[in-house]
């Protein structure tokens, strides 16, 4: 089946789409209380002849059987993956035109595109699921709970469950919304979205009146100066390895005339080089802190976490996915610069070979700005069947090419999940 042709299949998909998308922007659910939405994504895998399994606290795993015959034992298989949680946003109308669907459920809404992604996910799984007999190989299908949440076990419960029955993935695939022109592939070679840890510390000195600060131990002061130590950090780095460190939170004190006894304070730091930058800064930040501290004498509790993984797409998969994208969408596939917000999509981009794209719905003429996390994000719903044609137009290409035997050379950062989340401070 050509590109052009599994394009058209999504795109006369696109009332399945829709519905999907639209149910799940009006009830949406929160991180770790996704049971409706797991359940009602469950039902509609099973309406398309996909059975799916609910792991537990994980998410949803599902498998599309490829029958055009494969030249290996097991078959080549590709992992596509789709998130479903929500936040914790007041949903907002438009500046302009009203939205097509709107949040029923007071102050959650589908703020960074979850619902997109797992319509998306299961419209080009259906195409997929109905094209199966001239697909190369098998198609996972993973739809993750949780995603918003910082140090959550659901993707590890979901890869332990692939690793535990022997799955062979040869190559994943994922997307984000993003706020771009309505239609727009952002496909980078390399680096996609950064690597990220967060910092956070109680400062412990004396309190005492501010007319008498000599008999005080001021967590202030001693604050203003882990501060200062702490910009200067990221420019001990080479400037081809890029950091930011940001302060985000302070608090201490409640009134003018009294010097306080703590001091809390926390922050995070973003990069796209863990062995270089990542594991290096996390033990700076904690040495800073710990030896001004000691200095002006006050007590210092925290830590700067684990880094969590940048998101790199592989080199070869990524070239791989332009080939086959340029001549279907033309100038629409574009590359840019990374992101500094993070993915936990970065595991399984760590642990196999990768692509992730920015998928652009926004569109000023509409009112469809998509800034995400904001209260009115919202997504140009016409462009949406695209995004289901580039994920069937890859799955059907990558499974065909590893299928005759192509080597994507890639060498894993670990070799098994739990290692992976555990280097980012997540245990079973």
């Not at 789709?82 to 959650?108: F, I, M, Y």
């Not at 999509?345 to 692509?355: E, G, I, K, M, S």
Request: aromatic residues 8%.
């Amino acid at each position: 089946m050509t590109p052009s042709e599994l394009l058209t299949r999504c795109r006369a998909e696109e009332p399945f789409l829709l519905s999907i998308r639209r149910h799940l922007h009006c009830y949406p659910e929160l991180s770790g209380q996704e049971t409706q939405t797991i359940q009602y994504l469950a039902e509609s895998l099973q309406s398309i002849g996909i059975q799916p399994e609910i792991i537990p606290d994980g998410g949803i795993l599902a498998c599309i059987h490829g029958e055009k015959a494969p030249f290996s034992d097991p078959a080549p298989a590709l992992l596509m993956r789709a998130d479903c949680d929500a936040l914790p946003v007041e949903e907002q109308p438009h500046s302009r035109n009203p939205r097509t669907c709107t949040s029923l459920n007071p102050g959650v809404c589908h703020a960074c595109g979850h619902d997109v992604h797992s319509a998306v996910l299961l419209t080009a799984a259906k195409v997929l699921q109905e094209s199966r007999k001239e697909l190369c190989g098998d198609v996972i299908l993973l739809i993750e709970r949780s995603e918003e949440i910082p140090f959550n076990k659901c993707l590890l419960r979901l890869m332990e469950a692939l690793e535990n029955r022997r799955q062979r993935i040869d190559g994943v695939w994922g997307m984000h919304c993003a706020p771009s022109p309505a239609g727009t592939i952002q496909l980078n070679r390399d680096a996609v979205m950064a690597g990220t840890l967060f910092f956070h510390y109680s400062l412990a000195g004396k309190g005492g009146h501010g007319s008498r600060p000599d008999l005080s131990v001021s967590p202030i002061d001693c604050f203003t100066a882990i501060h200062s130590a702490l910009q200067r950090i990221p420019s001990r780095y080479s400037p081809f390895l890029p950091v930011t460190l940001s302060v985000t939170q302070v608090q201490s004190g409640n009134t003018n005339n009294v010097i306080p006894q703590t001091l809390t304070f926390g922050g995070t730091a973003r990069f796209f080089d863990c062995d270089q930058v990542g594991f290096p800064i996390q033990k700076e930040i904690d040495r800073t802190v710990q030896e001004i501290s000691s200095a002006y004498g006050c007590q210092a509790e925290g830590n700067a976490s684990a880094p969590f993984l940048p998101l790199r797409n592989h080199p070869a998969c990524a070239e791989l996915a332009r080939d086959i994208f340029q001549p279907v969408f033309g100038e629409r596939v574009t590359e840019d610069l990374p992101s500094m917000v993070s993915e936990t999509f970065a595991t399984l981009a760590a642990r196999y070979p990768a692509v992730y794209i920015h998928y652009g719905i926004s569109n000023p003429e509409k009112g469809i700005i998509a800034g995400l996390h904001h209260p009115e994000f919202d997504a140009d719903e016409s462009v949406l069947t695209d995004a289901a044609g580039a994920a069937a137009i890859y799955a059907h290409r990558f499974l065909e090419k590893t299928a005759a035997g192509t080597n994507w050379g890639f060498i894993p950062y670990r070799n098994s999940a739990k290692e992976l989340f555990a280097l980012q401070g997540i245990t079973d």
